[in-house]
């Protein structure tokens, strides 16, 4: 009995001087795994291990502001950051004095925007790898909820449906941010099914105003710099049905507006689902 309590003794004083403490290990890791990734959005990554410490060093280029939570624990550290890029995206975690502890490869998937509408629903992949100012933009209106209650606004068809900027009555929605810089030479073109940045007859003009391409649009491509196009980037995956019907819709003249839809095709939400 007084064997057991003089190790006890010991233990508890050699403890306290500071040895035995998980700072005085080397960190090990286990695992990296990402509970969510979703380009544009917070992410939350969590690292397995053992002797964990808030002073590991994160490489990773696609995750902004890397920082480990406070509830973390030395088993278990939870890495919280921004999504910047899509792709299969490296990681890599070292200790204090840059020691690899892991490297692993994460994924993130392009971003999908799902628009609901009063014809149905259509779903469209952004390419943020090559037009990634087109695309934050585009998902800043989206996530601010702006499209709400807009309209598609103008329907040509054999051409384009264009919407994301007039309420009901063509009535301009206030609340546009800054216009942004057109990436129309990255190699995208104005394809059946594609989505693209409407904009003035200024290049740098872009706002919230979007639109489908009906056909192959070879005119809306870029050609040079007096001839910049306009910028693809995105995709509709699903609905291609829904935006055919919206097309088809008889248009009229409101407010010197021309081709508006006699009947309001309006878009209740838009969000991103991946």
């Not at 840059?98 to 692993?104: K, P, Q, W, Y």
């Not at 329907?155 to 810089?181: D, L, R, S």
Request: net charge neutral; aromatic share 8%.
């Amino acid at each position: 009995m007084f064997k057991r309590l003089l190790i006890t003794s010991l233990v508890t004083l050699f403890s306290a001087c500071g040895g035995g403490g998980d700072n005085d290990f080397q960190p090990i890791v286990t695992q990296i795994q990402a509970q969510s990734l979703r380009y544009g959005q917070s992410a939350t990554i969590k690292v397995a291990g053992n002797y964990l410490r808030s002073d590991m060093v994160v490489d990773a280029g696609f995750c902004t502001n890397p920082t480990f939570s406070p509830i973390s624990s030395p088993d278990l550290a939870t890495l919280n950051c921004q999504v910047t890029a899509t792709g299969a995206l490296p990681i890599t975690i070292r200790s204090a004095n840059g020691a690899v502890l892991r490297s692993e490869t994460l994924t993130v998937l392009p971003p999908q925007v799902t628009m609901l509408t009063s014809k149905g629903t259509i779903v469209m992949e952004l390419n943020a790898a090559m037009v990634p100012a087109t695309v934050n933009n585009f998902l800043d209106y989206v996530r601010s909820g702006f499209y709400q209650s807009t309209l598609f606004h103008r329907v040509i068809p054999g051409f384009v449906i264009q919407g994301g900027g007039y309420t009901k009555g063509m009535v301009k929605k206030e609340g546009q941010k800054a216009p942004i810089a057109l990436e129309s030479n990255k190699g995208l073109l104005n394809t059946r099914g594609t989505l693209a940045m409407a904009r003035t007859s200024l290049p740098d003009s872009a706002t919230s105003e979007f639109f489908i391409n009906l056909v192959n649009n070879s005119s809306l491509n870029y050609q040079d710099a007096e001839s910049p196009g306009y910028a693809v980037f995105g995709q509709v995956i699903q609905g291609m049905d829904v935006v055919d019907a919206i097309a088809a819709e008889p248009t009229i003249t409101v407010n010197s507006a021309a081709n508006v839809p006699a009947t309001d095709v309006t878009i209740s939400l838009a969000f991103q689902t991946q």
